[in-house]
């Protein structure tokens, strides 16, 4: 069994910031890769940025510059700060995490949260 448990999630004016964080608990042998991806309604889920353990890091064109990935492997912990946000990144944004439970690797995903960029 293995959980992700997002925080930070929330509503913001045009141009503010915003911190998420998910933590990776449960039965985990190790994690590859964690990251957030998003899903704005009527569109599908994209890849916001991705880092893996050894902190190599990966985002996605239209956040580049204004969000910034960041792990912590020893608590299994992965935090996106969103800066500059803008009404396009209104979506529910989902923690994911590549990693072996035992032996048997998997993607798993948190719940989600609500961000909503609004004056």
């Known amino acids: 069994q293995v959980d992700l448990v997002e925080s930070g999630g929330g509503l913001v004016q045009p141009g503010g910031s915003l911190r998420l964080s998910c933590t990776a608990s449960g039965r985990i042998f190790s994690i590859y890769a964690m990251g957030w991806y998003r899903q704005a309604p009527g569109k599908q889920r994209e890849l916001v940025a991705a880092?893996?353990?050894?902190?190599?890091?990966n985002y996605a064109d239209s956040v580049k510059g204004r969000f910034t990935i960041s792990r912590d492997n020893a608590k299994n912990t992965v935090s996106l700060q969103m800066n500059s946000l803008k009404p396009e990144d209104t979506a529910v944004y989902y923690c994911?995490?590549?990693?072996?439970?035992?032996?048997?690797?998997?993607?798993?995903w948190g719940q989600g949260t609500q961000v909503t960029v609004s004056s």
């Open positions: 880092i893996t353990s050894g902190g190599s890091t």
């Open positions: 994911n995490a590549d990693l072996y439970s035992g032996y048997v690797r998997g993607d798993y």
